[in-house]
C-alpha cells in the first residue's frame, strides 16, 4: 500500500447519502463476475460518464454517510477495480467502512467542503493529512484505526489471512 495517495477529486450530486446502489447498481449484481467489467458502470446512475473519466489513483470526496443501503461488497471492489485510490468523507455507512478496508480501499473521515471536482489532492495516509497544493490547503483526517491499516498494508483481508495464515494484527 502507497502511503502517500495523490489523484483528482470527482464528486457527485446529492452529495450525502450516496448509497451502493448508486456506487454499483444491483442490477449488474449478478449479471457481472468480472470487476473489471463491473467497474465500467460504477457511480452511472448518478454521473453516466464517471468510468471513462476517472484515472487510476483518483479519488472520490463526499459529504454525510456515504456507503449506506445495501451491503454490497461489490461497491468498494468495483470503486477500487475502476483505479478510485481512497474515498473521503464526512462520515461512512458502518458496513460500508468495514467492507472497503476488507478489499483494500482507504476510507477517510474529514471535512469535504472545502473540495471542489477536480482538485488535484495529495493524501497522507501514516499522518492523515490530505493537502490541496495549489491552494495551500491542509485539514487533518480522523485516524484510521490500526487494525484497518494492517489491513491496507496487506491488500485487504484475504491478503491478509494467506500472508499470516490467520488474523495477525500485532
Not at 6 to 20: L, Q, S, W
Not at 83 to 103: D, T
Not at 105 to 117: F, K, R
Request: overall charge negative.
Amino acid at each position: 500500500m502507497a502511503h502517500i495517495l495523490k489523484g483528482n477529486a470527482h464528486r457527485f450530486e446529492p452529495n450525502d447519502d450516496i448509497n451502493t446502489d448508486y456506487i454499483i447498481s444491483g442490477r449488474y449484481k449478478f449479471k457481472i463476475d468480472e470487476m473489471a467489467d463491473l467497474a465500467k458502470h460504477v457511480m452511472e446512475d448518478i454521473d453516466p460518464g464517471f468510468a471513462a473519466r476517472v484515472s487510476p489513483g483518483d479519488l472520490i470526496v463526499a459529504g454525510r454517510n456515504f456507503g449506506c443501503g445495501s451491503s454490497r461488497e461489490q461497491a468498494p471492489r468495483a470503486l477500487k477495480a475502476a483505479g478510485v485510490s481512497a474515498v473521503l468523507a464526512k462520515s461512512y455507512a458502518r458496513i460500508f467502512y468495514r467492507s472497503s478496508f476488507n478489499v483494500g480501499l482507504p476510507l477517510l473521515q474529514c471535512d469535504t467542503d472545502w473540495i471542489s471536482a477536480g482538485d488535484g489532492l495529495v493524501i497522507d495516509l501514516t499522518h492523515g493529512e490530505v493537502t490541496c497544493p495549489a491552494r495551500a490547503v491542509k485539514v487533518t483526517t480522523a485516524p484510521i484505526p490500526r487494525i484497518m491499516c494492517v489491513l491496507l498494508e496487506d491488500g485487504g483481508l484475504v491478503e491478509h489471512l494467506k500472508k499470516h495464515g490467520g488474523f495477525a494484527f500485532d
